[in-house]
């Protein structure tokens, strides 16, 4: 049976910020929870987002951001000012959030350490000197800001139970949920 792997240290994560670049450190888990490989990369011009869900990380690799999906067809974001696909509102959303990030650390099971497009959980660093310093989930953000849903299992079963919070918070009105074409997703 699989372990969760433990709660973040945000100081840690705080400690990887380095002057001029995005940092992004990958940690792979075994089923006992333990760090078994970590990964480090930075970027000058930060990370770019690929699709609604995956960004990437080198010429080789890309990390999916794992058991999200944007929802279907057309969408308009008033709040945004934003008219268009699901998939390019989500997809622009993730951008914001790697632009803004000072760190991207992202946790994955070992199993994924050398796969071409890695399924992870991700949080991001955001610091601007006297209004913001937090490290945000990024799967947590984008579901409840209605940009990604919680994708379901071919069961029917959310696969990230861990964010029906956020998806309870979204589904208030924000991103895709305040068009009435998707309140029902």
């Known amino acids: ?8 240290d ?4 705080k400690s ?11 940690e792979y888990y075994d089923n006992e929870g333990e760090v078994t ?13 690929i699709s609604p869900t995956d960004f990437q990380v080198d010429g080789e690799t890309s990390v999916h951001l794992y058991g999200l999906e944007p929802c279907d ?26 632009k803004s990030a ?6 994955a099971f ?4 050398s796969a071409k497009s890695q399924d992870a959980t991700c949080y991001g660093y955001y610091h601007y000197p006297g209004s913001l310093d937090s490290v945000d989930m990024l799967e947590e953000q984008l579901v409840s800001l209605g940009a990604l849903r919680v994708a379901k299992g071919s069961d029917g079963k959310p696969l990230r139970e861990d964010l029906s919070e956020a998806e309870t918070i979204g589904q208030k009105g ?7 074409r998707h309140k029902g997703q």
């Open 10 to 13: 945000k100081d840690y994560v």
């Open 110 to 113: 070992v199993s994924e350490e």
């Open 73 to 98: 067809g057309e969408l308009t974001v008033r709040s945004e000012d934003f008219s268009g696909t699901c998939a390019q509102f989500a997809q622009d959303q993730l951008q914001i959030m790697l």
């Open 174 to 180: 924000y991103g895709m949920w305040a068009d009435p």
């Open 16 to 26: 990887l910020a380095a002057p001029g670049k995005t940092v992004l450190v990958i």
């Open 37 to 49: 490989n970590r990964k480090g990369f930075a970027s000058r011009e930060g990370y770019r987002a």
């Open 1 to 8: 049976m699989a372990v969760a792997a433990p709660t973040i």
């Open 102 to 107: 000072k760190v991207l650390f992202c946790r």
